[in-house]
Every structure is written in C-alpha cells, then in structure tokens.
Nanobody
Framework: QVRLVESGGGLAQAGGSLRLSCAASGSSSIDKYDVGWFRQPHGKDWEFVGVSTYRGGGAVYADSVKGRFTITRDSSGNTVYLQMSSLKPEDTAVYSC?????????????????WGQGTQVTVSS
C-alpha cells in the first residue's frame, strides 16, 4: 500500500515562492506512478494543479498555474516536488498529492487514490 506524506506548506507573500514535497513513506514506492497535486481553497471544491508523469519524467499543469508552478521528482522517483513561484492570494488552499490509478484524464479527482494528509499554503497580499 502506498502512503504519501506532504510537507513544505506555510505562509508566503504574494510574488513569493514555496516548495511542497510529496514523499512515499515507509516501504511504499511511487516511482512507477503518475503523482498528481490538487488543492482545495477554503469552502471550495478540490481543483487539479498538475501531475508528474513517471514515463518520460514530464508534467502536466492546470492553466491556472502554468508558467508559475513546476513539478519535478528526485532521482529515486519517490519524492515529487511542487515548486510554486509568483504566488498569488488565490493560490491559498490546502494542497494534497495522490497517485493516479485510472485510465482517465489527469484532471479528474476520482482518478486518484492514496491521498496524503494535505498541507496548508497561505499567500498574503
């Protein structure tokens, strides 16, 4: 069973940067999984942020973060990073990572499982 742990959330000013990590814990491994990031602003639905694709090592992004956020993996493939730059107050949300386990498109919440506990990101104006 895969267990994911997010870290790196916190408070940033608008225009600043934060880096989130999503790590496989214990004996679990995510090097053969596509791993996605979603976020949930307070009182709103979860929304797709982006996904790290293990084949080819690339990433796919939501339009709302394209050009500002970058998703990478470490050399083992078992930690996925979400580098967030040029932060905006509207990026404030709980961010969570999960493994993609379906044939569906990457932006569908239902295609993911093994969710981490989430980490709060707050961007002040």
């Amino acid at each position: 069973q895969v267990r994911l742990v997010e870290s790196g959330g916190g408070l940033a000013q608008a225009g600043g940067s934060l880096r989130l990590s999503c790590a496989a814990s214990g004996s679990s491994s995510i090097d053969k999984y596509d791993v996605g990031w979603f976020r949930q602003p307070h009182g709103k639905d979860w929304e797709f942020v982006g996904v790290s694709t293990y084949r080819g090592g690339g990433a796919v992004y939501a339009d709302s973060v394209k050009g500002r956020f970058t998703i990478t993996r470490d050399s083992s493939g078992n930690t996925v990073y979400l580098q967030m730059s040029s932060l905006k107050p509207e990026d404030t949300a709980v961010y969570s990572c999960a493994t993609h386990n379906s044939d569906g498109t990457y932006d569908l919440l239902m295609g993911y499982n093994n969710w981490g506990q989430g980490t709060q990101v707050t961007v002040s104006s």
